[in-house]
């Protein structure tokens, strides 16, 4: 979701399993982030916030005002995935401060039972997508309350000096690496994927566990690229 127009949000939210709001590569705020999560409410749809940063205050924030999990970019060593999961929980577990706005139900909620839920509950993802978080990535994936990780092919392979080419055999051989340290974990493996389902069912067989297929804005250029094709097809048989 990169969209400000939290009925984008709204009208995927019952066919998606998941939502993954976008600060990092998009012009999105809190404030139209929070609409996400208010559209997102009651739905099927569990709604993840990648952040721009590994902050712990502007994760206390998304997490205040109601998301389900943080996806944290550009992780790449043990010390920076425990601080994200940190981040993410309240004491003892963890660093998060106490002010669960949204997330308490505007307080109505606010007991013993909510910060022991929450810290049970939030699901913490980091992304692995440079060459450094490869080569810790044995210390990263035993980070005790880490969720999952997500590959992010695009920045890996930049940082491997294949930028541009993430589809070359070395980065495939990389993630594919990465896939398979992870599945002998507990920890779930997940990648930013693409509107091409093909690319995603090439990884799926793999063993990713989850895909992030594609966003707001691909996917609508995509039904309309799609769309108009057809229709100049048929202007052409009708005028030959």
């Known amino acids: 979701i990169?969209?400000?127009?939290?009925?984008?949000?709204?009208?995927?939210?019952?066919?998606?399993?998941?939502?993954?709001?976008?600060?990092?590569?998009?012009?999105?705020?809190?404030?139209?982030?929070?609409?996400?999560?208010?559209?997102?409410k009651g739905s099927q749809a569990v709604p993840l916030v990648r952040v721009c940063t590994n902050d712990p205050v502007l994760i206390k924030t998304v997490l205040d005002i109601g998301a389900a999990g943080i996806i944290v970019p550009?992780?790449?060593?043990?010390?920076?995935?425990?601080?994200?999961?940190?981040?993410?929980?309240?004491?003892?577990?963890?660093?998060?401060?106490?002010?669960p706005r949204r997330a308490s139900n505007y307080g109505r909620s606010l007991d013993v039972d909510f910060f022991r839920k929450a810290n049970e509950d939030i699901l913490v993802m980091v992304q692995i997508e440079h060459r450094d978080a490869v080569e810790n990535l044995d210390g990263i994936l035993a980070v005790p309350g880490l969720s999952g990780i997500a590959i992010g092919r695009a920045d890996l392979s930049a940082s491997m000096g294949y930028t541009g080419q993430w589809d070359h055999p070395d980065i495939d051989r990389v993630v594919e690496g990465v896939v398979q340290k992870a599945r002998q974990t507990q920890v779930l493996v997940g990648m930013g994927g693409s509107d091409d389902a093909e690319i995603g069912g090439k990884w799926v067989k793999k063993g990713v566990q989850w895909i992030q297929m594609g966003g707001d804005f691909s996917l609508m250029l995509r039904g309309a690229s799609e769309m108009l094709t057809r229709m100049e097809e048929h202007i052409r048989e009708r005028t030959s």
């Open 2 to 40: 990169t969209f400000t127009d939290a009925t984008v949000t709204e009208a995927l939210c019952d066919i998606l399993d998941f939502l993954w709001i976008d600060m990092e590569d998009s012009a999105l705020s809190l404030e139209p982030v929070q609409g996400d999560l208010i559209a997102a």
């Open 74 to 99: 550009m992780v790449r060593t043990v010390q920076e995935a425990t601080l994200a999961v940190q981040a993410c929980r309240y004491p003892p577990q963890g660093i998060r401060g106490i002010g």
